[in-house]
């Protein structure tokens, strides 16, 4: 008798989770809007990097609309000689995650617990390009001043800063061209980086997925009207 409720109890959770993650992947397979792509003034590139975790946007370091210069010192993202890229990454995740796991052959339970389970610090990550990277699964659209401005605004509003309206710098990043800066907001299940990309994306009026905690979700629906310039 009690080994039939237990497996009877036992289906009950494990169909639970199978409908959950059934949702959840079909939310990421859903367009937040369906079709409604601008073709008009579509004169700036947006890029985003998947690297197979994180989802990193990828913009100018500056054009005629924006100038990181004006907002962030170039030449100490890294630790290299250079003191200017012509590309610029910006990442958003979960503090310790973010800094101490790069591939998944550092995964450990303890800090995949709290970063599914808890509320944690997050932190920006930052990497300058020479080139559009070539290494790595990149994407690139189009959208107008408008929205590129915009998502710009929402990166740089997404830095923490100190008393003096600096932001602030916490450590290296895995190459000798990124850095780590403290974020404001706190990372958990419900806002992921790959969720802040989204939110970015949206910024610039680019469409996302309904759900868009995973990086391939975010590449998937990654179009505009002006791919083909």
Not at 30 to 54: E, F, L, M
Not at 122 to 136: A, D, E, F, I, W
Not at 200 to 205: E, S, W
Request: net charge positive; proline share 2%; with cysteine.
């Amino acid at each position: 008798m009690v080994f039939k409720f237990l497996v009877k109890y036992n289906r009950q959770i494990l169909s639970g989770i199978v409908t959950i993650i059934s949702l959840f992947l079909i939310g990421a397979f859903i367009p937040r809007k369906w079709g409604d792509y601008s073709k008009q003034a579509c004169d700036y590139q947006i890029c985003v990097v998947n690297t197979g975790i994180h989802s990193n946007i990828l913009i100018p370091t500056k054009n005629n609309t924006y100038n990181w210069h004006n907002y962030l010192s170039i030449d100490k993202i890294g630790i290299d000689d250079v003191n200017d890229y012509k590309y610029l990454s910006f990442g958003w995740g979960d503090k310790d995650f973010y800094m101490t796991i790069s591939s998944i052959s550092d995964f450990n339970f303890y800090t995949i617990f709290k970063a599914v389970f808890l509320q944690t610090s997050s932190v920006m990550y930052v990497r300058g390009y020479q080139s559009l990277p070539k290494n790595t699964e990149l994407k690139c659209v189009y959208t107008s001043k408008a929205n590129y401005l915009r998502l710009n605004n929402f990166i740089e509003a997404s830095f923490k800063l100190d008393r003096n309206n600096r932001k602030i710098r916490l450590g290296n990043g895995y190459t000798s061209t990124a850095g780590f800066y403290a974020a404001k907001d706190n990372y958990s299940i419900l806002r992921t980086c790959n969720t802040w990309t989204g939110d970015a994306l949206r910024k610039a009026n680019i469409n996302t997925p309904l759900w868009d905690s995973l990086s391939f979700a975010i590449m998937f629906h990654l179009r505009s009207g002006c791919e083909q310039r």
